[in-house]
Nanobody
């Protein structure tokens, strides 16, 4: 069972930046995608940004140009650099690892709170 440990959340003013990190507890094998989802109060969880082991990225439209997802494959770590934060980015951010097999297998972190004040 892979464990994902997140860090880097917190409180920041609008226009500020934060970097989230997520480390997997063991080596990740096969085709996979790591990334970040978020869930704000009263809303469904949504994809924020993901990156495959081949480097293909996917972003939520509202974060394009502001957020950057990257990963250190050798250390099984994925990052989310968040710039120009707005109060609408306030949510619990969850790290996700998905093995791209049939059926896919998902692992989730415990979540880290990001709060952007106006």
């Amino acid at each position: 069972q892979v464990r994902l440990v997140e860090s880097g959340g917190g409180l920041v003013q609008a226009g500020g930046s934060l970097t989230l990190s997520c480390a997997a507890s063991e080596n990740i094998y096969a085709r996979n995608r790591m990334g970040w989802y978020r869930q704000a109060p009263g809303k469904e969880r949504e994809l924020v940004a993901t990156i495959t082991n081949g480097g293909t990225t996917d972003y939520l439209d509202s974060v394009k140009g502001r957020f950057t997802v990257s990963r250190n494959i050798g250390r099984n770590v994925v990052f989310l650099q968040m710039n120009s934060l707005t109060p609408e980015d306030t949510a619990v951010y969850y790290c996700n690892l998905q093995y791209l097999i049939t059926p896919p297998i998902d692992y989730w972190g415990q979540g880290t709170q990001v709060t952007v004040s106006s």
